[in-house]
C-alpha cells in the first residue's frame, strides 16, 4: 500500500462518517503523495510541489508564490458530498471526482488577491465543469 493508498483510505473514512469537515486535511497530501511531491524522507514538501506544479505566467520567482487549487477545496468536498448524497458514493466514485478536480497550480499573492474564494455561479450548473474557470474570470493565466 501506497502513501497515496493511505491517504486516499484516510479520506474514504472521513467520507463513509460524512466528516465533511476533516476532508479538506487530506486532501493536498493526497495529491502530493500521488504525485510523488515529497521530500528526501517521502514527507508532504511545499517546496517540491511550488516547484513542480505548473504556474502563472506572471510568476519569476516561485519562492514567495503561493500554491491554490483550480477547484476551491470546498468546492471538492461540496462535490463528493452531493455525490454521497444521491447516493451514488464509492470509493471508485471518490477516487476519480478527486483524480478530476483535485488539482493544484502556482500563483502570485497579487493574483490571489484577485481569485474568487468560489467558482463561477454558472459552473455549479454546467455538465462540463472546467477547471480553469475562476482563473479566467480572474485574468490569470497558467
Not at 483535485?102 to 493574483?111: A, T
Request: charged share 25%; glycine share 2%; with cysteine.
Amino acid at each position: 500500500m501506497t502513501d497515496a493508498d493511505i491517504e486516499l483510505q484516510h479520506l474514504w473514512l472521513e467520507v463513509q462518517a460524512e466528516r465533511w469537515q476533516n476532508l479538506s486535511r487530506f486532501l493536498f497530501s493526497y495529491f502530493c503523495y500521488k504525485h510523488n511531491l515529497v521530500s528526501k524522507t517521502n514527507k508532504v514538501c511545499w517546496e517540491t510541489a511550488r516547484a513542480a506544479l505548473p504556474c502563472s505566467a506572471s510568476i519569476d520567482d516561485r519562492k514567495h508564490a503561493l500554491i491554490e487549487p483550480l477547484v476551491p477545496e470546498d468546492t471538492v468536498v461540496g462535490l463528493l458530498k452531493t455525490i454521497s448524497k444521491d447516493g451514488d458514493m464509492s470509493i471508485e466514485m471518490m477516487t476519480a471526482t478527486l483524480n478530476t478536480f483535485l488539482r493544484y497550480v502556482v500563483i502570485s499573492k497579487q493574483e490571489k488577491a484577485q481569485l474568487k474564494p468560489n467558482m463561477p455561479a454558472s459552473w455549479y450548473q454546467q455538465q462540463s465543469k472546467p477547471l480553469m474557470a475562476r482563473f479566467e474570470q480572474a485574468g490569470i493565466v497558467i
